[in-house]
């Protein structure tokens, strides 16, 4: 019973030791495979839930959560018409989703649209009728009659794939939702295996355009306002991949997009999930694109990766506060120097009452040397007013903060960040930072972790993809780190900054991301940024008293400040735990928050 607490204060103590000690204790595997085991088994770290455990969870949480929903759902919803794509015929698909449609057709008929290509009118409507099912309100459409425009479809589209079912509650889902002054609501999904039952549920976040861009994550079970606009997606053939294009299509084209969504499963997947996903954008989005962007395919993790036209490479201002730490910042400058494409940015340099002699010729060598503005701040440390002070200094239209500890890796991570930040509607762009043993340290923050704020995937293999390919696919957080983050001088100066009266050490990152958020701008997390973080040996643990009062006063101010995301982080989902940073379905006991 004492295992715990001896672990926690083993695994502080291994903190506290100096960075050569603990280097040299990782090139002993028996000793770090067996003190890591012990740590994932006191769950005082995370690893990868396996999918055997993951649908544990899940049905566990379906056996909670069903009845609970079902208490709160109208008798009665709206209706609305479905639309069924087929790409490649598939009797047994077909099969199961149109006897998903009839039974919730029991109590209230909506009308069902199969569209598939030309080809394949004719078989599917003989599959029909031999089928000896009555389907009185079902119509076989093709691509021709959208040219034509010879159909007549008024109602809102419910948009469904070919072998996909619909949760027998579908109508009651989305009318309990109350919002169909939107363009686009979707909703989370799972898959019906080959014996019919639930697992691996898709929680998605709330609207997240980068995430759609560049992984179709919205492609089945969603309803569209404007049947005939996205009726004419389909002018020339069926692909399952044109659907979540129109959807980024229209991102593109409409400012005031209102895209919704329903944190409930109404659509189950088909488990032989034939259709493999298009290389290629549609001929519609990918004319869109490439006025902004280059965009490329990656094989190894099918999703799109996007580099955004720079124009006129603005100037961006590096800046980089330290107390003495001369040889992490000898690392961090000639990792800048050396290695970033990128070449319009200057480096601000900002010590804070350093008194290490080492490390002040260093500095005042960096100032002489015409690369490096060298400022002094003599006063005690506070991260927000050092920043703040430093920002002043800057001439760039482009502010970069970035911690002492941080060290490039891949050339073009400037590029890629400020061509991201440089996008009207983004506001704070934060890197993909690794521990130096290529674990993640930071691939976005969630709200609610720990209580105020954690990093998704903590922990988690650089090449992982991740939930939802969040790892490896550039998508919108509600928050970054400042450890390496980007934002627009203007942005930063209208929401004042960092708060540096209540957050001097933490969480001021957070609250400025969210204050930006409120401007109505997205924050973004660019999974092609990569550069190491040596997290927070500079400053040390909160390991004093006087170090945990002031932490638990910044943990306290972000609860009461930012209470409504923390209870419900849009780009996270209140279906997934918040003890872990692991994107797990929500333990027995975490029900309650739903």
């Known amino acids: 019973m004492f295992i715990r ?30 003190y890591r085991r012990l740590l994932i088994k006191n769950n005082l770290i995370r690893e990868v839930v396996s999918v055997s455990q993951q649908t544990k969870r899940y049905h566990q949480y379906l056996a909670e959560i069903d009845g609970n929903q079902s208490s709160k759902w109208k008798e009665d919803g709206d209706i609305f018409d479905i639309l069924v794509c087929i790409e490649n015929f598939d009797e047994k698909a077909l099969s199961l989703t149109l006897k998903s449609i009839v039974k919730i057709n029991n109590r209230r008929e909506s009308h069902t649209y ?5 080809g394949l009118v004719k078989e599917v409507q003989d599959f029909i009728q031999k089928s000896g099912s009555v389907y009185t309100t079902l119509s076989v459409i093709s691509p021709e009659l959208i040219v034509k425009n010879a159909l007549n479809i008024n109602k809102a589209l419910f948009f469904i794939r070919c072998g996909d079912s619909l949760n027998e509650n579908v109508f009651r889902i989305f009318s309990d939702h109350e919002s169909f002054s939107a363009n686009i609501i979707y909703s989370d999904v799972d898959t019906l295996n080959i014996f019919g039952v639930r697992e691996n549920p898709l929680f998605f976040p709330d609207w997240n355009p980068d995430l759609q861009m560049s992984t179709r994550y919205i492609c089945t079970g969603f309803l569209v306002k404007s049947s005939q606009d996205f009726l004419k997606s389909f002018n020339c053939v069926v692909d399952f991949s044109m659907a979540a294009d129109w959807i980024s299509e229209q991102y593109l084209l409409n400012d005031c997009l209102l895209v919704d969504h329903i944190s409930q499963i109404s659509v189950h997947k088909y488990y032989d999930d034939a259709s493999k996903q298009s290389k290629a954008l549609s001929s519609t989005l990918h004319s869109l694109v490439s006025k902004v962007a280059v965009v490329e395919y990656d094989d190894t993790f099918n999703i799109f990766k996007y580099t955004w036209h720079i124009k006129d490479e603005p100037l961006v201002s590096l800046i980089v506060p330290t107390k003495n730490a001369k040889h992490l910042v000898e690392t961090l400058i000639n990792s800048i ?14 010590d804070n009452n350093s008194d290490d002699i080492d490390s002040l010729q260093y500095f005042e060598e960096l100032s002489n040397s015409g690369k490096i503005k060298l400022l002094k701040y003599p006063f005690p440390f506070n991260y927000s007013a050092i920043n703040n002070y430093a920002v002043n200094f800057a001439k760039g239209q482009i502010i970069g903060f970035i911690n002492n500890d941080i060290e490039v890796i891949e050339p073009a991570w400037l590029e890629i960040l400020v061509s991201n930040v440089c996008r009207k509607d983004i ?162 006991d975490e029900v309650v928050r739903l």
């Not at 199969?114 to 030309?118: T, Y």
């Not at 290695?339 to 200057?346: G, I, L, R, S």
Request: charged letters at 20%; glycine letters at 8%.
């Open 5 to 34: 607490p001896i672990l926690r204060i083993t695994k502080i103590t291994v903190g506290l030791f100096p960075r050569s000690i603990r280097d040299m204790l990782k090139r002993v595997p028996k000793l770090t495979g067996f």
């Open 114 to 118: 199969i569209l598939c290509n030309d």
């Open 337 to 350: 120097l050396t290695k970033t494409t990128y070449k319009n940015y200057e480096i601000i340099l900002v």
């Open 427 to 588: 506001g704070c762009v934060g890197a993909k930072l690794l521990y130096p043993n290529g674990l993640i340290q930071h691939a976005g923050v969630v709200m609610g972790y720990g209580g105020g704020a954690g990093h998704a995937h903590k922990y988690f293999s650089r090449n992982s993809p991740g939930y939802l390919k969040r790892i490896v696919a550039t998508n919108n957080f509600s928050a970054v780190t400042a450890a390496c983050m980007l934002v627009k001088k203007i942005d930063f100066l209208k929401v004042g900054g960092f708060n540096a009266e209540d957050l001097t050490v933490a969480f001021n990152d957070v609250d400025l991301c969210l204050k930006v958020l409120s401007l109505g701008k997205r924050n973004l997390y660019c999974a092609d940024a990569v550069l190491y973080h040596h997290e927070s040996i500079s400053r040390g643990e909160d390991n004093t008293i006087e170090k945990q009062l002031r932490f638990n006063a910044e943990v306290c101010y972000i609860q009461n400040v930012w209470k409504d995301i923390i209870k419900n982080d849009p780009a996270y989902n209140v279906n997934l735990t918040l003890k872990f940073e692991d994107f797990t379905v929500l333990n027995n």
